[in-house]
């Protein structure tokens, strides 16, 4: 298993930029897939972004407009979601999880972040 924390979070305005760090511990980080997920008040969770455990595989979810990216460090263990151009709609808690499966279904992570709030103003 890997243990995971983030951190970026804040509150900003619409129109700035969030760059959440997703640091790891344990074994073998490179072997797992990252994925990026989210939940709004008052809303389910939500898939934001995944990456393969070599980097060179990456997919979004499709309302994100290509405003966010995903990328990771395997030599620093961290992942990274980089979130331009944020809108009121994109407050909500972001969590990462570590998943062996490449996949945007959430049961499939097995480790989860404790998650980072962020929270985009008018």
């Known amino acids: 298993q890997v243990q995971l924390v983030e951190s970026g979070g804040e509150s900003v305005q619409a129109g700035e930029s969030l760059r959440l760090s997703c640091a790891a511990s344990?074994?073998?980080?490179?072997?797992?897939?990252i994925g990026w997920f989210r939940q709004a008040p008052g809303k389910g969770q939500e898939h934001v972004a995944r990456?393969?455990?070599?980097?060179?595989?990456?997919d979004y979810a499709d309302s994100l407009d290509g405003r966010f990216t995903i990328s990771r460090d395997n030599a620093k263990t961290t992942a990274y979601l980089q979130m331009d151009d944020l809108k009121p709609e994109d407050t909500a808690v972001y969590f990462c999880?570590?998943?062996?499966?490449?996949?945007?279904?959430?049961?499939?992570?097995?480790?989860w972040g404790q998650g980072t709030q962020v929270t985009v103003s008018p």
């Open positions: 344990g074994r073998a980080f490179y072997t797992f897939v």
């Open positions: 999880a570590a998943s062996l499966l490449y996949t945007s279904n959430s049961s499939a992570y097995k480790s």
């Open positions: 990456i393969a455990g070599g980097g060179g595989r990456t």
